[in-house]
């Protein structure tokens, strides 16, 4: 296995940080700094990071449903709880967040040791699509949906979605969104930009994962089959 990848695979950071890592000088095989991130590492090879031995640990793969009020970071210095408080202790493997969910959203949240599944997920190339289920302020006016459709231009670039509607039921301030952008914070920029306030934000599908079965604060393993599908939907099968 390259150097990169073994790092990636061990949970140390993504494939693309790795490298860094190994660039620096930061990385040993047998005790020899090594500069290549093509190098190949045997079975073997003892690996260190800063002079930790690296191991490979059991990969893991877990979905939240995330409850209002929690981060999403693995700790928080103001003493704040995190979507690690929910996960609790119970496996010995360093799990991370797949992308992010703010304090006040609620929903479908990733979290994985697999660095280069979570870093491939996260790059907009795989576009990778979300749903949202949005509570506005007001009334979702027609005009707004066409306007989200063509185009919104935020400050840090344009967004587009994939679909928007009013989402079931008899409430028309209740709106259903599909999107690929991983923008910080987009979908209450967007309603923001056009005079809304966010009352509620709820990410139910992630990649076609869905929380089915999932009560707020409750997570479980993913099983084989939903590994394999994200895998192969970011070119990893």
């Not at 079931?168 to 923008?183: A, D, E, I, M, Y």
Request: with cysteine; net charge positive; proline share 3%.
């Amino acid at each position: 296995m390259q150097l990169n990848k073994f790092l990636a695979h061990a949970g140390v950071c993504s494939r693309r940080n790795a490298v860094e890592l190994i660039k620096q000088g930061l990385v040993r095989i047998n005790g020899t700094v090594i500069k290549e991130p093509g190098h190949t590492v045997s079975e073997n090879d003892a690996v260190t990071v800063r002079g930790k031995k690296v191991d490979v640990e059991r990969k893991l793969y877990i979905i939240l449903n995330k409850p209002r009020g929690y981060i999403t970071t693995t700790s928080d210095d103001k003493g704040r709880d995190t979507v690690m408080d929910l996960i609790g202790s119970s496996h010995k493997e360093r799990l991370y967040p797949v992308g992010r969910l703010d304090r006040n959203t609620t929903g479908i949240l990733l979290l994985t040791n697999d660095g280069e599944l979570a870093q491939r997920l996260a790059h907009p190339k795989h576009l990778v699509q979300k749903v949202y289920h949005v509570t506005l302020s007001k009334t979702f006016d027609e005009s707004d949906r066409k306007k989200i459709l063509a185009g919104i231009r935020l400050r840090d670039g344009k967004v587009t979605v994939d679909r928007i509607s009013h989402a079931l039921g008899p409430k028309k301030n209740q709106v259903r969104v599909t999107l690929h952008s991983g923008k910080y914070r987009v979908v209450r920029r967007l309603f923001e930009s056009l005079g809304y306030e966010v009352k509620k934000l709820d990410r139910v599908q992630y990649a076609r994962m869905n929380k089915r079965g999932l009560p707020a604060g409750v997570w479980r393993k993913l099983q084989q089959k939903e590994v394999s599908y994200l895998k192969k939907a970011v070119g990893m099968e």
